[in-house]
């Protein structure tokens, strides 16, 4: 089975900024897509970032803020996020998609105080 382990949350003051990085135990080459989701207690989840071979797409809540990229070599899929507002705070979660199936993390939490 595919493991997925995200790391580099954890508490920042608003206007800062932190980097997330999801590990993969199987080659990014393997997977159509890398995705950064959110959830906020009470909340839907929220898609916010995507990185295939050709680009990448964000969400309009993110777009200029956080930026979403992979190190194939290392297998990892990184979100820089910057400009952290409160409504940022939400557990994190790397997603991979394969040809029939998406693979989660456990995700890690980041929260956003003033």
């Known amino acids: 089975q595919v493991q997925l382990a995200e790391s580099g949350g954890g508490l920042v003051q608003v206007g800062g900024s932190l980097r997330l990085s999801c590990v993969a135990s199987?080659?990014?080459?393997?997977?159509?897509?890398s995705d950064w989701y959110r959830q906020a207690p009470g909340k839907q989840r929220e898609w916010l970032a995507v990185i295939t071979d050709d680009g990448t797409m964000y969400a309009d809540s993110v777009k200029g803020r956080f930026t979403i990229s992979r190190d194939i070599a290392k297998n990892t899929v990184d979100l820089q996020m910057n400009s952290l507002k409160l409504e940022d705070t939400a557990v994190y979660y790397c997603?991979?998609?394969?040809?029939?199936?998406?693979?989660w993390g456990r995700g890690t939490q980041v929260t956003v105080s003033s």
């Open positions: 199987e080659s990014l080459s393997s997977f159509i897509a």
């Open positions: 997603s991979l998609q394969g040809s029939g199936v998406r693979h």
